[in-house]
């Protein structure tokens, strides 16, 4: 069993940037983060595999956010720029067995409990 504690939310003004933190006990092959806002399904925001770093975002996070892994750590991390009211969610971490990037959150095994990011003025 693997377990996956995630770190960094908080609170922050439209514009301003957070990094969230993912530090995961054991071995796997792809990292994943989702988020879910009140009322709304859960969704994928980004993954990354970690033995090539290939990273793979959605479309409304494309170009604002990073997601990146330190391997020796076995952390994975989620930089957040130039971030919206709308990102406004709670976040989680997610883990594969498996190496490929997938959007589906019942593909991934194990999951964080969360961490709230609230983006307000």
């Known amino acids: 069993q693997v377990q996956l504690v995630e770190s960094g939310g908080g609170l922050v003004q439209p514009g301003g940037s957070l990094r969230l933190s993912c530090a995961a006990s054991g071995r796997t092959y792809a990292m994943g983060w989702f988020r879910q806002a009140p009322g709304k399904e859960r969704e994928f925001v980004a993954a990354i595999r970690w033995g090539n770093g290939r990273t793979y975002y959605a479309d409304s996070v494309k170009g604002r956010f990073t997601i990146s892994r330190d391997n020796p750590k076995n952390t994975v991390y989620l930089q957040m720029n130039s971030l919206k009211p709308e990102d406004t969610a709670v976040y989680y971490c997610?883990?594969?067995?498996?190496?490929?990037?997938?959007?589906?959150?019942?593909?991934?095994?194990?999951w964080g409990q969360g961490t709230q990011v609230t983006v307000s003025s």
């Open positions: 997610a883990a594969r067995r498996d190496y490929a990037l997938v959007l589906d959150a019942g593909e991934y095994d194990y």
